[in-house]
């Protein structure tokens, strides 16, 4: 899948995939730079 970055840095994540991981609204996610082009998102149920 791909998405594109918008004007504010944003992207969608493709709904199948919310579905697929469980991503509802308000979750938490974790955005960390595992190489230097990659970036992973992982859910989480909390900041720790």
Not at 19 to 33: C, I, M, N, S, Y
């Amino acid at each position: 899948m791909f998405a594109r970055v918008d004007r504010d840095g944003k992207i969608t994540i493709p709904d199948n995939i919310r579905r697929q991981v469980g991503l509802q609204p308000g979750r938490l996610v974790e955005v960390k730079v595992v190489a230097k082009k990659s970036v992973v998102i992982s859910a989480r149920d909390s900041a720790r």
